[in-house]
């Protein structure tokens, strides 16, 4: 089908639907509500890394003038389940027992000001016992360590499909193992080398510049209302229910517009807090963190990925056994989610005969890890490419020709059981090749200047993602699209709009996306992996399809004609010559007062035992990588001449969202690759605020910076969409990496490529 | 976020201070008399780039000094051999400004500093009282020997701006005005490429003076015969000089190897 | 002394006068006192510039400023660049079309960070545009579509408004 000859909505550089507001300060956030008789929270954290709690003493804060509520562990009762997590539940709303890092929330206050509520703080008194801090993976992973959680925390291992499976709490202080196997581990007795390395991965914060935050009232005795920033309205209103015991159809859960996210608003951050505190107070409660807390509520996962490859002589790859450790800091968040992906993810897209992985979740006395663009697929894509590299320079292969050996082709399953690979691999990693000159450049013609190439690789759209789209279209063709896709900054509201008025022969402008209330809209399993387009995208399309049908069945009934013979456009039947108006129509049958058609549509890969995870994977997302770097060896400073960076759109909807998607995500892994970090000091962050911590500015551009979307129409999305989004992150740091082992014969193996640890490694020499 | 003194607890950056009480001087005379009169002195608020930083930090203002209704304090004169900046000087007029110009390199290195918004604000007394290690005109001014001027209620005092680090409270001062003198042959070069790692401040005139900032440690300065090999005036960095994100040992070689360059443009005009 | 103190400024052309805590921030003013909330506060220590506005035309971050300090001067935010007829200040217009935004949140600050530019500098090299957004952070875009709309906002206004 050549549909996409004829679109006329999709495919174009259109203004987004959110533009005219975004650029004129109209477009409301969740920090912008205020509502009247609003009270304002804060917490109070610990600045002790690992400690007992041994007693709390708020009655000072509670007695100052404007303070409405103190929230301690004394106020949680029976009626609430106190903790909170996704597949365990270990986070307390407040620290019950313990505090298990710096950071930890110990008391909230709600008060008329927040320089009251700040104030309050300073009245609370609390009395620690220290214990010995876990502040590495390494540290807790040693023998002796002090345990986070002495006992196992309630939680839940789903179920996997074939090779796939979990434990939780495999041994102190790791909460979950997820693990792989397909094919026979002897036949790494058959290859001619094994190669084992190990590999560091650093560890950012997400920085969406709005805060975590929510606005919560708390109704009639029993219902909440909450607008919040978060990307699974759905998903946080389960967990709602069951930490507040009440039923679903009393919790109201509210998305406006959301600033920025890149994984961490998923699931329970500022809502029980402030949902508590309304609850003790009977008024609104807005709780916004401060920016510099955001670091403190979710990060990024530090690893150590150790991987041992078998291959042959002629570069053909065999087997790949690896065993990889998140840091998860002090809770699990999403952490067995992201073990479940990196597992999953390590043997990256390229053919073996036998697979083994393990992914342990390792608790630390650091700031919670969560969700984060990539998904696991960052720290696996960081390790996989960079060792790819490394193979082919022992096996005296190019590491071009190594890759294009080994890479799964067109349609062929990741693994057994797994859906086909729906892009063509080589041809992507052929294009940035030629874009960064890689087959035409001479060997070192500039010293210390190297190019590198780098394939990023996840399974995107989510694990058994179920999404529902309801369209509803007035007597005028005024078109309502409800649907739980969050408006986070990816331009998914104007996607999906450009979806259905596609689909119905109608301007963009007719369709508006309709504000994000659970109370109405249709189930969305989350705005995450990617899946927007892929997943709830086809629900939208169902819907659109099916309304298109209801629509042309009923003009056909009125005009005695076939509905294959018509045709919609702008609310007007064209039936031959003719562009008949619908109104009337519409009143003619069902009254001077109108009518509205709607149409539900639904989208789930279907459940699969076969499938490692239960459900073939949705769409494979990639970011092809190429980089062009010079090193300085007197200082180890890393200069990026030109990066260029690709995805695969399927069918772009919007090319210029699509390109702001592959920069913005590659200039995330810039980041990641050349400065951005964390820094810890033992279990003491060091660089928690803004000033301190470095993110990528305008003027760590590269000189040259090439982003190319790739359009190759094999996506299962509508019109051969895929997702994308985060595949243009993945390539960026191991690109570099390589790059600078093709420039000086040295690999540095852990992240970031920061001036003295490159310094270091050319004074080693290797 | 900080610990607040030696709480065992963290607050949230304070967005909404308390009201304070609000001085608005115009001259700086009857801002040294408030500084000195007052039973708690008003802290001193310039462009407030930093001002507010450190109340997020949990810094307490129970009354504020504003210096932006000054008159006077700005710009820069060379005038008996030295060169006087005026606290209140913004890095964005600095960096334009044709006396500071006079000193080859200076204009530029004020220039480079933080970024255009900041610097509209940004005063360079301001970016030394801060006291920050990972601020730089600290660094700039030990390399230029510079000295710093104060006024308070009991008269003037000068303070070498290499000594600000260890001069104790200084709340009742105003910092009025930065000397810098103007030496034969006085030329800077400032190299922040490795910022925020490193970067590195070299100045010649007489004897060569070499200042090192990192992010957490405070500037060091090695002075000596601009003869001397880079890699000696190294050895003199203290023994102690590492912190989370380098070690001594990077900051010897790496700052030898920049001094090089760094003497190469100098010596190139 | 007490503990408010009186501002009266003009906001977007419009004469306020209003009686606020000496600590209030700007950023508090305009949002709060004013209602003005398209100037969002992101980070909270004049690092991202989300939060910047213009004061006498020099751009700065109201989160790390006082409202005293606007007593007797001109303030503008992102309502105040489109005209009375809803008409998108060219720099507006250019974000819009180019897509150079996409959660939004940084948008207000670089709207007003560009204005500020191209009120001094109408014809700004690829390198002055670097450099000036070199002051505020954005998370989401990589920074290549807003360098592209700001270029394309200073071809906008050169060519007049009849184009
Ligand atoms: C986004 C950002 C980026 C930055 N980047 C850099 C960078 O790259 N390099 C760098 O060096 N710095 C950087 N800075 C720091 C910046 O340069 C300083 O914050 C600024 O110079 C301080 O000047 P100010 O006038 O704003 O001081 P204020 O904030 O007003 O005051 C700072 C401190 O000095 C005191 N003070 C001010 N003036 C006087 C005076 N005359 N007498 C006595 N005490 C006084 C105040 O009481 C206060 O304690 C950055 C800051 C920001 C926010």
Same mark, same amino acid.
């Given at each position: 089908m050549n549909e996409s000859a004829r679109l006329e909505v999709v495919g174009r550089p259109a203004r987004r639907k959110d533009a005219r507001d975004k650029v004129r300060g109209k477009a409301g956030y969740t920090t912008d509500i205020s509502l009247p008789g609003m009270l304002h929270a804060? =917490?109070?954290? #610990?600045?002790?890394?690992?400690?007992?709690?041994?007693?709390?003493?708020?009655?000072? =804060?509670? *007695?100052?003038?404007?303070?409405?509520?103190v929230l301690t562990r004394d106020g949680i009762g029976e009626d609430i389940a106190p903790t909170y997590g996704y597949f365990i539940k270990d986070q307390p709303i407040v620290a019950l027992d313990k505090v298990r890092y710096e950071g930890d929330i110990v008391a909230a206050v709600a008060a008329e000001t927040e320089a009251i509520a700040d104030a309050a703080l300073r009245l609370i008194e609390v009395e620690y016992e220290e214990l010995p801090p876990a502040a590495s993976i390494e540290d807790a992973l040693s023998d002796g360590a002090a345990e986070l959680f002495e006992e196992a925390p309630m939680g839940i291992v789903p179920a996997y499909g074939a090779g796939a499976s979990a434990e939780l709490r495999p041994r102190p202080n790791v909460c979950y193992r997820f693990n792989y196997e397909?094919?026979?581990?002897?036949?790494f007795e058959t290859c001619d080398h094994v190669f084992e390395d190990t590999f560091h991965f650093s560890r950012m914060q997400h920085f969406h510049l709005e805060p975590f935050a929510a606005v919560a009232q708390w109704l009639d005795g029993d219902r909440i209302e909450v607008s919040t920033s978060c990307q699974n309205p759905f998903a946080l209103r389960k967990e709602l229910g069951r930490v507040f015991k009440l039923p679903e159809n009393n919790i109201s859960v509210r998305v406006p517009f959301v600033g920025g996210g890149y994984g961490s608003k998923n699931n329970c951050k500022a809502e029980p807090i402030a949902i508590l505190l309304a609850r003790m107070t009977g008024r609104p409660v807005r709780f916004a963190l401060t920016h510099d807390e955001n670091f403190l509520t979710n990060t990024q996962h530090a690893a150590i990925l150790k991987l041992k490859t078998g291959v042959m002589n002629d570069g053909t790859l065999v087997a790949r056994d690896s065993e990889i450790f998140l840091d998860s800091g002090a809770y699990s968040d999403a952490s067995p989610l992201v073990a479940e992906k990196a597992g999953y993810r390590i043997p990256g897209p390229y053919r073996y005969r036998h697979i083994r992985t393990s992914c342990d979740c390792v608790m630390t006395n650091t700031a919670p890890?969560? @969700?984060?663009?990539?998904?696991?697929?960052?720290?696996?894509?960081?390790?996989?490419?960079?060792?790819?590299?490394?193979?082919?320079?022992?096996?005296?292969?190019?590491?071009?020709?190594?890759?294009?050996?080994?890479?799964?082709?067109?349609?062929?399953?990741?693994?057994?059981?797994? #859906?086909?690979?729906?892009?063509?691999?080589?041809?992507?990693? $052929?294009?940035?090749?030629? $874009?960064?000159?890689?087959?035409? &450049?001479?060997?070192?013609?500039? @010293?210390?200047? /190297?190019?590198?190439?780098?394939?990023?690789?996840?399974? /995107?759209?989510?694990?058994?993602?179920?999404?529902?789209?309801?369209?509803?279209?007035?007597?005028?063709?005024?078109?309502?699209?409800?649907?739980?896709?969050?408006?986070? *900054?990816?331009?998914?509201?104007? =996607?999906?709009?450009?979806?259905?008025?596609?689909?119905l022969g109608a301007p963009a402008g007719r369709v508006r996306y309709m504000p994000i209330d659970t109370d109405h809209t249709p189930y969305d399993q989350g705005t995450?992996?990617?899946?927007?387009?892929?997943?709830?995208?086809?629900?939208?399309? &169902?819907?659109?399809? #099916?309304?298109?049908?209801?629509?042309?069945?009923?003009a056909a009934d009125r005009l005695g004609a076939e509905p294959q013979d018509l045709d919609l456009e702008d609310w007007h039947i064209r039936k031959g010559n003719e562009a008949l108006p619908l109104a009337p129509m519409i009143m003619g049958y069902f009254g001077g007062t109108g009518w509205e058609f709607a149409a539900d549509g639904f989208h789930k890969a279907e459940t699969d035992h076969s499938a490692p995870l239960e459900t073939q994977c949705v769409f494979w997302e990639l970011g092809w990588g190429a980089a062009d770097i010079e090193v300085d060896p007197d200082t180890g400073l890393i200069t990026v001449h030109k990066l260029v960076v690709s995805g695969d759109a399927g069918q772009a909807i919007n090319p210029l969202v699509c390109r702001g998607q592959d920069e913005g995500a590659a200039v995330m892994g810039l980041g990641q690759a050349l400065f951005e970090e964390m820094v810890y000091d033992g279990t003491q962050l060091m660089n928690g605020n803004a000033l301190a911590y470095r993110v990528p500015m305008a003027q760590d551009l590269p000189a040259e910076f090439v982003s190319i979307t790739q359009e190759q129409g094999h996506g299962p999305g509508p019109f051969g969409a895929k997702g994308m989004g985060e595949g243009g992150m993945l390539p960026v740091a191991p690109a570099i990496a390589n790059a600078l082992f093709d420039a000086t014969g040295v690999r540095v193996a852990a992240l970031p490529l920061s001036p003295p640890r490159v310094k270091a490694a050319l004074e080693k020499g290797f | 976020m900080s610990p607040l003194d030696q709480s065992p607890n963290m607050l949230p950056p304070v967005r909404q201070l308390p009201p304070f009480r609000?001085?608005?001087?115009?001259? @700086?005379?009857?801002?040294?008399?408030?500084?000195g009169s007052e039973e708690t002195p008003p802290i001193c608020y310039a462009g407030g780039t930093d001002l507010c930083l450190s109340v997020h930090e949990g810094r307490s203002v129970s009354s504020l000094l504003s210096l932006n209704t000054l008159d006077g304090l700005r710009g820069a004169e060379a005038r008996n051999g030295t060169l006087a900046i005026g606290a209140l000087a913004t890095?964005?007029?600095?960096?334009?400004?044709?006396?500071?110009?006079?000193?080859?390199?200076?204009?530029?290195?004020?220039?480079?500093?933080?970024?255009? &918004?900041?610097?509209?604000?940004?005063?360079?007394?301001?970016?030394?009282?801060?006291?920050?290690?990972a601020y730089e005109v600290p660094i700039l001014l030990a390399a230029l020997d510079a000295r710093l001027v104060f006024e308070s209620s009991v008269g003037r005092r000068e303070l070498r701006a290499a000594d600000i680090w260890t001069a104790g409270d200084l709340g009742r001062s105003l910092l009025t005005e930065i000397e810098i003198p103007l030496t034969e042959g006085l030329a800077l070069d400032y190299d922040r490429t490795l910022r925020p790692w490193m970067t590195q401040a070299a100045a010649t005139g007489g004897i060569e003076r070499v200042a090192v900032g990192t992010r957490f440690l405070r500037p060091a300065l090695l002075s000596g015969d601009p003869g001397e090999s880079a890699e000696s005036r190294f050895s003199g960095l203290p023994g102690e000089f590492n912190d989370v994100l380098l070690t001594r040992g990077y900051v010897t070689g790496t700052g030898a190897a920049l001094l090089k360059r760094q003497r190469a443009r100098l010596a190139k005009g | 002394m007490s503990d408010t103190v009186s501002i009266s400024c003009s906001v977007n052309g419009e004469p306020v006068a209003a009686e606020v805590p000496t600590s209030t921030t700007l950023a508090d003013f305009i949002r709060e006192a004013c209602g003005l909330t398209g100037t969002k506060i992101a980070c909270g220590h004049a690092v991202c510039g989300a939060c910047t506005v213009h004061l006498d035309g020099?751009?700065?971050?109201?989160?790390?400023?006082?409202?005293?300090?606007?007593?007797?001067?001109?303030?503008?935010?992102?309502?105040?660049?489109?005209? =009375?007829?809803? $008409?998108l200040d060219p720099v507006q217009a250019a974000f819009a079309d180019l897509s150079a935004f996409q959660c939004g949140y940084c948008t207000s600050g670089m709207i007003m960070l560009t204005r500020a530019l191209l009120d001094r500098d109408p014809n700004p090299s690829g390198e002055t545009i670097r450099k000036w957004l070199n002051s505020n952070i954005c998370r989401c875009t990589g920074y290549e579509l807003i360098v592209e709309a700001v270029a394309r906002a200073a071809e906008a206004a050169n060519a007049g408004p009849m184009r």
């Open positions: 804060k =917490a109070l954290r #610990s600045a002790i890394a690992h400690a007992r709690l041994v007693g709390i003493d708020a009655s000072a =804060a509670r *007695g100052l003038p404007g303070v409405h509520a397909t094919g026979s581990p002897d036949v890890a969560g @969700p984060f663009r990539g998904f696991g697929g960052t720290q696996t894509s960081w390790a996989c490419e960079s060792q790819m590299d490394m193979i082919a320079d022992r096996l005296g292969m190019d590491p071009l020709e190594f890759r294009l050996k080994n890479l799964i082709d067109l349609g062929e399953p990741f693994v057994p059981g797994e #859906s086909g690979m729906d892009s063509d691999l080589r041809e992507g990693l $052929e294009l940035v090749a030629r $874009e960064i000159g890689y087959r035409k &450049r001479k060997k070192n013609p500039v @010293p210390n200047r /190297g190019v590198g190439l780098a394939l990023g690789f996840k399974d /995107g759209g989510g694990v058994n993602k179920p999404a529902q789209a309801r369209i509803k279209v007035s007597t005028f063709g005024d078109i309502f699209l409800h649907c739980g896709t969050v408006e986070i *900054g990816q331009g998914a509201h104007s =996607a999906l709009s450009a979806v259905v008025a596609e689909i995450n992996a990617s899946s927007a387009i892929s997943v709830m995208g086809q629900a939208v399309e &169902r819907a659109a399809r #099916s309304l298109r049908a209801q629509v042309l069945d009923f | 609000l001085f608005r001087p115009t001259t @700086p005379a009857e801002a040294v008399g408030i500084l890095l964005d007029e600095l960096s334009t400004h044709d006396q500071v110009t006079a000193i080859p390199g200076l204009a530029e290195a004020l220039g480079a500093i933080a970024n255009v &918004r900041i610097r509209f604000r940004a005063t360079i007394g301001g970016n030394v009282m801060a006291r920050r290690t | 020099v751009p700065v971050a109201s989160c790390s400023a006082y409202a005293f300090e606007a007593d007797g001067s001109e303030i503008r935010t992102v309502e105040g660049l489109e005209d =009375a007829d809803g $008409e």
